[in-house]
């Protein structure tokens, strides 16, 4: 059967656009007709009233988004401080931790031998609270965790000095104290140089965070006036052109407004103010108190290590001096610690007695007075100082982190409310102007 070849398909030519009529101009582009009526929409007065309206929406949300932002800051500016409080708390307790442990290491060798137990476990429980406190302090701040990684190696070889120091000195050989003086010089020269710089850099931090929780209220007040500026605009404007004196839906979005500034710029106001009394009280004493143990037990090592010394320690006594004089100085500071400085004078007053002992020759005596634990002897003064300081500096830490949860706790609850107080006062602006423009229709 012979097939006959199918013809193609045929293909449908594009219809052209109808061309123009001669002497006729060409369709406007689309664009321009957009264009057009966008321009028809906004013009004469009823155009610049739907304009108002869009300028007076579009601020109100602006503001609700400001309000939002300011809580949102000084929240997290006091929620900020209270982390940086507490590693700053954590960071100067490492600090005293190691300095009691020094304190304890050089008092217990001044006893020859086998050093007194419960001493020696004091000693031990200070290094491991101090090593457990690193391993938080890093966890809680990465920025830190560098330094403390630096800080971990040198506790090593310090441990390892104090443990060549003890097995010396339990088999009577002179040359432990000399491992001793390393370790102690090995503490002051490596090891607490790196606290004092964390110490220096998260005191930086509470106070950058501290200075910013009152920038918050910045947000709701320049939004706040330049929304109610735009609404008295348009509330002017209106009366210009309607003739009516108060547009009541435009008036209440502006009261709105008004009334979100006033009790919002008061609570974040009262917050920051509150951040501020703690700033200068619970946490001031906190700082100073935590400063003045640290050079507390700084002084109660060097007057071991005097001792040790054996009539060669001028530079460790004249450290003493210093760490005691710093003492008395950051005591003076703490303004809720009644009983502090009594008690820190006696304990000095208890070293005057064992420099004169040594001073005489009379080295047994003055050992005797360091290391005994009778009322009159530099260990009992000095634990009662102890005693007291920690359970202040305890009271004054709980007090600070408790008062600025509390001030977080007072802010207003701008934070989810603003973006809806923003909304409604727009719908409030859009229903004012509505009601006009249907005059126009």
Known sequence: MTQTASAPPATRSPVAPPAAAPGQPAPPPVAQLVKGRVATWFEGTPGRMRAMLILAAIISVVFGLAAAQGYNQSDGALQRAEANTAQL??????????????????????????????????FVDSMTTAAKLISEAATAQPADQKALGELNATLLTYQGLIEQARANNRQGLPIGSQYLKDASATLQGDSLPVLKELVKANQARVNTEFDGINDGNLWLIVAGLLTLAVLVLCLVWLAKRSHRYLNLPIAAAAALVLFTMVVGGASLAGSSSDAKETRNEAFADTLALSQARISAYDAKSNES?????????????????????????????????????????????????????????????????????????????????????????TRFSNTARAELTQARNDLPPIGWLGLPIGIVAALLAAWGFSQRLEEYR
């Open 305 to 393: 290590l005097t001792l040790i010394a054996r009539g060669s320690g001028a530079a460790f006594e004249d450290a003493w001096k210093r760490a005691a004089d710093d003492t008395g100085s950051q005591l003076g500071k703490v303004q809720r610690g009644a009983g502090l400085e009594p008690l820190w004078n006696r304990y000095r007053a208890v070293h005057v007695e064992i420099r004169k002992e040594d001073d005489k020759g009379n080295w047994d005596a003055a050992v005797e007075k360091a290391i005994g634990e009778s009322s009159g002897s530099s260990n009992a003064a000095f634990k009662a100082f102890d005693d007291r300081s920690s359970g202040d500096l």
């Open 89 to 122: 708390v954590r960071i100067q307790a490492i600090h005293t931790n190691l300095v009691s442990a020094n304190a304890d290491a050089t008092n217990a060798f001044l006893v020859g031998g086998l050093e007194p137990p419960a001493q020696r476990q004091h």
